[in-house]
DNA sequence: AATTCATTTGCAACAATGTTGCAAATATAG
DNA sequence: CTATATTTGCAACATTGTTGCAAATGAATT
């Protein structure tokens, strides 16, 4: 499905920054944090203005948040739009880059008496293959 | 053990910030973050001299961290001192507390060919026992 | 096309969190 | 008590994120 697509059917508006993060996030193959997104996306749009689009987008259950530790803010598409299940994260500690496991579901866990879940994070760090390999190990 | 021990196991200097530090974490039964220790101990310490002996601690595995989407840290006290195994972390949106479940371990995942993991986080959200009680539901 | 109106954007200012360099203070060993 | 390495406090700064408000824009209507 193409961002305007996803926009319409959520009745967001369809605006150039909205259009482009989807574009961005859609093909990236891993997350992107608000700075990788705000170097790839032409036209200059402010601070204020992704934050407010990844907060619209998130909503909507377009995009999805990752944290990694604290401060590092990544956003991939959400399950409402790639139509999968929730799923483990895992962080590259070499390269800095963020993937959906897909094939890693969350599952639920047995939570003490009177607990009750919303969702859970599952976020595994290390080093991806890519990495794995340059290290020659 | 006592907070000096710790200190003195691992060859760091005692000064009454790390000292305090570990006494509240030990005794408080829930993570707590920068803020509710600065809150708590007495002798106002540098938010610098919090970070830095927050650093300290975790370097020498006398603290864990856990955070909560981005901007929420909070810290606990380490396995290499519980001697208890990894385990997940409950946030409670209500009250937003974070709570150790140790009797929930954080199981090892079957990674994808290539893949290395190091750390693994499970982050549980929801209402907990007591702030699900007072919503009398 | 032009008009209207709600939404979105950009700007400025601000708040919170965290880091770094450096001089003064302090813990510990001798 | 002294010497020395470590730690602390302060100031300055960087980054991330938020809020209010006026200007710009999207989309529906004429």
């Known amino acids: ?12 508006k369809r605006t150039s920054c909205r259009e482009g993060i989807i574009e961005l996030v859609m093909n990236a193959g891993e997350a992107l944090s608000e700075n990788e997104i705000r170097e790839r996306l032409q036209g200059n749009y402010d601070r204020t203005t992704f934050y407010r ?7 909507h259950g377009i995009l ?10 990544k956003y991939a598409l959400d399950k409402t ?7 483990a994260h895992f962080y590259c500690q070499e390269c800095q880059t963020v993937r959906c496991l897909e094939n890693i579901p969350v599952t639920r866990f047995q939570l003490p008496e009177g607990y009750q879940d919303v969702a859970t994070e599952v976020l595994i760090k290390g080093t991806c293959a890519t990495c794995k390999k340059q290290q020659g190990s």
């Open 1 to 12: 499905m193409k961002p305007i697509e996803i926009l319409n059917q959520r009745n967001l």
């Open 53 to 59: 689009s990844f907060k619209t987008l998130e909503e």
């Open 81 to 87: 739009v790639t139509n999968l299940d929730d799923h």
């Open 64 to 73: 999805h948040k990752i944290v990694v530790d604290n401060l590092l803010v």
